[in-house]
């Protein structure tokens, strides 16, 4: 069974493979449910992004190790990349204590780092992700929940996002990923409001494939074990 709502503050438990609409859609794709045979033949051609190469893992004797020498490497590569872009943009940021100002088009979002182990539910910390297509990435953690921040220091432009982006061209980036191992997934434009985002609340996103504008998902409940994964089509 496979039924639609739309995007609410809480849900009940519920065996019944649910997608749940965000409220901020301003169009809906089409969707299809697909079988386990199709969805197998997609994964021998789409593209699913991946953490790492095999030639950095093969470097060391263990994929946490590669893993922790990957994170480093891009904190020095990303902190570079962040004081290049204050001097060329000085009025875009504002750094003062352990807070981050990103003074976008229509308001200033602060990020903070709050290690206060005293206040848990006040506790976050923001590192610089990536930079690419002009935005500055910017993961935020806090108690219960996390974001990645897109910020263009040039046109002022920001977007928010669940999951770490992957762009599609310049403009358009999608999202997917798991929250408490429930799947949710983002598809959005940054030049203008274009948006689509849904989560399935008790089912855990396990694969997402892309073959040009059409995305595949996998999907496993996490209340029955005698369910059977469902399988999900999505054609931009």
């Known amino acids: 069974m496979l039924s639609f709502i739309l995007y609410q503050e809480?849900?009940?438990q519920r065996r019944d493979f649910t997608v749940s609409f965000h409220h901020e859609n301003t169009f809906t794709p089409k969707i299809d449910t697909i079988d386990y045979q199709r969805f197998e033949k997609i994964?021998?051609?789409?593209?699913?992004?991946?953490?790492?190469?095999?030639?950095?893992?093969?470097?060391?004797?263990?994929?946490?190790?590669?893993i922790d020498y990957a994170i480093r490497q891009n904190e020095y590569r990303m902190d570079s990349i962040f004081k290049d872009l204050k001097l060329e943009y000085p009025e875009a940021f504002q750094q003062k204590d352990s807070c981050l100002t990103l003074n976008g088009t229509d308001k200033q979002l602060l990020i903070c780092n709050n290690r206060n182990q005293n206040d848990i539910q006040a506790w976050s910390v923001y590192s610089f992700s990536d930079y690419t297509k002009?935005?500055?990435?910017?993961?935020?953690?806090?108690?219960?929940?996390?974001?990645?921040?897109?910020?263009?220091?040039?046109?002022r432009i920001y977007k928010v996002a669940h999951y770490p982006p992957v762009f599609l061209n310049?403009?358009?980036?999608?999202?997917?990923?798991?929250?408490?191992?429930?799947?949710?997934?983002?598809?959005?434009?940054?030049?203008?409001?274009?948006?689509?985002?849904?989560?399935?609340?008790?089912?855990?996103?396990?694969?997402?494939?892309?073959?040009?504008n059409v995305f595949y998902f996998h999907f496993k409940s996490n209340i029955s074990q005698i369910e059977r994964p469902k399988y999900l089509m999505v054609t931009f």
């Open 43 to 66: 994964k021998a051609i789409g593209f699913q992004s991946v953490p790492l190469s095999a030639t950095l893992v093969q470097n060391f004797d263990s994929i946490a190790k590669a």
């Open 170 to 212: 310049d403009s358009i980036f999608y999202t997917s990923g798991n929250y408490y191992s429930e799947g949710g997934f983002q598809y959005m434009q940054t030049n203008s409001n274009l948006y689509f985002g849904f989560e399935t609340y008790d089912w855990e996103l396990l694969e997402c494939y892309r073959v040009k």
């Open 134 to 155: 002009g935005y500055l990435v910017v993961e935020h953690n806090g108690y219960e929940q996390w974001e990645y921040v897109l910020f263009n220091p040039e046109t």
């Open 10 to 12: 809480s849900f009940s």
